[in-house]
């Protein structure tokens, strides 16, 4: 089945600086992959999302990339403030399949 | 904007005991899955459900579990005989159908076995 790596476990920044998040995936065959922001006791909230066939997505301070070809993807948060502290999960699936996920980078973001 | 809820939020019972979760998915959304977050661990797949089934389980998913959807909106899981090791927090999650991947988490409930 599908193994998700994420890397690092914590991060911490200054505020304004930029965090990188990494995974790697097992299986060649997922075709989605998933970002989601856990904060204190709440459940995991959707903050972006790329498929098979982009390269690179990029919403306001937050961005994506895929490398299917090393099978790996990122996370690029920059101008980072201190709401963004949080614990992020990368995930992956196939159509119509099970998300597995990553084991979570808990980010802090010092003012 | 729609939202997927859970109840209880908070759940506290004797080891043994039989626990049922219940989870109210998006309206109009057709697959729904159950996790599991351990205290400070990663989120872990339990099962999803389609068209009144399972349609995937995880080694975790024994026969200590199932889920059901008693009528048009509840899901629910039930764990029953429940052990120290099932403290967590559960999570409910829905997805609208085929072609549209993102899942969308309730708040999760946190289960503590005594």
């Known amino acids: 089945g599908e193994n998700v790596e994420q890397h690092p476990s914590t991060l911490s920044v200054q505020e304004g600086d930029s965090a990188v998040i990494k995974c790697t995936y097992s299986?060649?065959?997922?075709?989605?992959f998933p970002w989601y922001k856990q904060e204190l006791g709440k459940g995991p909230q959707l903050i972006i999302d790329i498929r098979s066939n982009v390269g690179e997505k990029k919403d306001q301070r937050i961005a994506v990339t895929l490398n299917k070809t090393a099978k790996h993807f990122s996370l690029h948060i920059t101008e980072t403030q201190p709401e963004d502290s949080a614990v992020y999960f990368c995930a992956a699936s196939k159509m119509d399949n099970d998300m597995r996920f990553g084991a979570g980078t808990r980010l802090t973001v010092k003012p | 904007e729609p939202e997927v809820t859970q109840t209880p939020s908070h759940q506290v019972t004797q080891m043994g005991q039989e626990v049922i979760l219940r989870c109210v998915p998006i309206s109009n959304h057709l697959y729904f899955y159950w996790y599991r977050q351990i205290l400070g661990q990663k989120v872990e797949f339990l099962v999803s459900f389609y068209n009144n089934e399972i349609s995937e389980k995880s080694e975790i998913f024994d026969d200590q579990f199932s889920v059901e959807r008693p009528d048009g909106s509840n899901f629910t899981l039930k764990i029953r005989s429940t052990k120290l090791e099932d403290s967590a927090m559960y999570f409910c999650?829905?997805?609208?159908?085929?072609?549209?991947?993102?899942?969308?988490f309730g708040p999760g409930t946190r289960l503590l076995v005594l």
């Open positions: 299986d060649s065959a997922s075709n989605y």
């Open positions: 999650a829905s997805r609208e159908g085929t072609g549209q991947e993102t899942q969308y």
